[in-house]
């Protein structure tokens, strides 16, 4: 439902143009986030069995800053080369692969709630992400076009990531609390 939402309302309110430039570009962030989403897929047993998964996670998130950084000042050149037809894919390439960072986080710390067996915050930021997308696509797709949907994508994707990096804190707190 998260991954499908947005372009369910896109499509019929903004039309089959819009739609396609904006899953161009989610198309784009997916191929960007492989290695985020690799890393996650090792980290989740290695966190469950008690091993420092910090130092790899540092990494991506690094990984994660390099590739937005060279996506946007690349995609403004391939793309108009690769694919003509899509003009508004050039300028929301660049906005949406800024979300390649709080997606990294958010895999991260994923890893970390499912080995700690905390999989209703894992929901509940989906849940949050969700609830910010569907009416900001609505509004800030109305009000700015397609850089509108680019924008609340980062939104809310950025959201969902400091969410789950605040409750990574409040259980923190709680556990040491807890112990004294």
């Not at 499509?11 to 989610?26: E, S, W």
Request: hydrophobic residues 55%; neutral net charge.
């Amino acid at each position: 439902l998260n991954n499908q939402m947005d372009k369910l309302i896109i499509g019929p309110i903004f039309g089959f143009v819009i739609l396609g430039n904006y899953y161009l570009a989610i198309q784009i962030l997916n191929l960007l986030v492989i290695l985020p989403e690799v890393v996650s897929q090792y980290t989740i047993p290695q966190d469950a069995s008690g091993n420092s998964t910090r130092s790899i996670k540092i990494f991506s998130v690094i990984i994660s800053i390099v590739l937005v950084v060279v996506t946007i000042f690349t995609a403004p050149i391939i793309i108009p080369i690769l694919f003509p037809e899509f003009k508004d894919a050039v300028i929301l390439i660049p906005i949406i692969s800024i979300s390649i960072i709080p997606l990294t986080i958010t895999y991260n710390y994923i890893s970390k709630f499912f080995a700690m067996e905390k999989t209703r915050i894992i929901l509940t930021s989906y849940l949050i992400e969700i609830v910010i997308l569907i009416p900001g696509v609505i509004i800030l797709g109305d009000l700015m076009g397609v850089m509108g949907l680019g924008i609340i994508f980062v939104i809310s994707t950025s959201i969902k990531a400091s969410f789950l990096i605040i409750m990574n804190y409040y259980i923190k707190y709680e556990n040491t609390s807890n112990n004294n």
